[in-house]
């Protein structure tokens, strides 16, 4: 049997525990209609958390990489990861949630989506929708069945690698001078870093922030050959937060320091 709360615009179904060997398991059902400005964390949670919103819009922050969602998006949160999500203060979100656990539930994901944000078809919605009318006939199979419509609703066409790729290697382009990471970047990409660090290395051959890191370093060189930019103005102009770490960075892919290299290769 599960337990439930209906508070103001509140709705919460918690199912029972299971064995931690439990192939697959829901953990909870809910319905929010949030308050202007509502938040929730920076929290963490135990077990996979997928969002579908069905009206309104907010922000969900991971690692300090902001993303806006509205209407149609759900966003998926895992286990241990810690994330922050607020409704807009004009157009507060209403969404829907299911939670799930278990041996088999990573596989499942896998399987599903390596997206942490995805449009959902309207199925997804509608088995959350019906399950929360009709809470008398819901147990642990009427569970498993909504969650496995939820799934198949956000589940994602397989993205070619090579796409992937060659968004990165364009935003690094257009943005290695800001304050960017590796999970900034897999952040715009919707994936989440171990997934996308994998597709990167194996396209490119080098990790996702030595590549960053090169590509700073050689617009550095550019630099220190062809302007009179200061050793500072060029560590920050480049996207480092200090001269202390562009130097080191630029002795370790040039062999020299900056000073060193802007003496041999200056061409004014």
Known sequence: MQTKSNLSKNFHI??????????????????HITSPSHSHGPAVRSYYLIHLIEKGKGTIERNGVITNLSEGDAFIIHPNEITT??????????????GFSGAYSSDVMKKTTSKLFAKYQKSGLIALKN?????????????????????????????????????????????????????GISSQLGLSRAHFTTVFTKAV?????????KIRINHAKQYLSSTTLSITEIAYSVGFSSIERFSEQFKRYTSVSPIAYRKSHSIL
Not at 156 to 163: S, W, Y
């Open 85 to 98: 999500y607020t409704s807009d203060k004009n157009e507060p979100w209403e969404y829907y949630w299911i």
């Open 205 to 213: 051959g080098e990790a996702p922030y030595n590549y960053l890191t």
């Open 14 to 31: 918690s199912f029972p525990l299971h064995e931690q060997n439990s192939l697959i398991y829901v953990c909870d059902i809910g319905h």
């Open 131 to 183: 399950c929360i009318k009709n809470t008398s006939t819901l147990d642990e199979i009427e569970g498993l069945k909504i969650l496995f419509s939820v799934l198949d609703s956000i589940k994602t066409e397989k993205v070619e690698n090579r796409d992937i790729v060659s968004l990165a290697l364009d935003y690094i382009e257009n943005n290695y001078f800001r304050p960017i990471s590796v999970v």
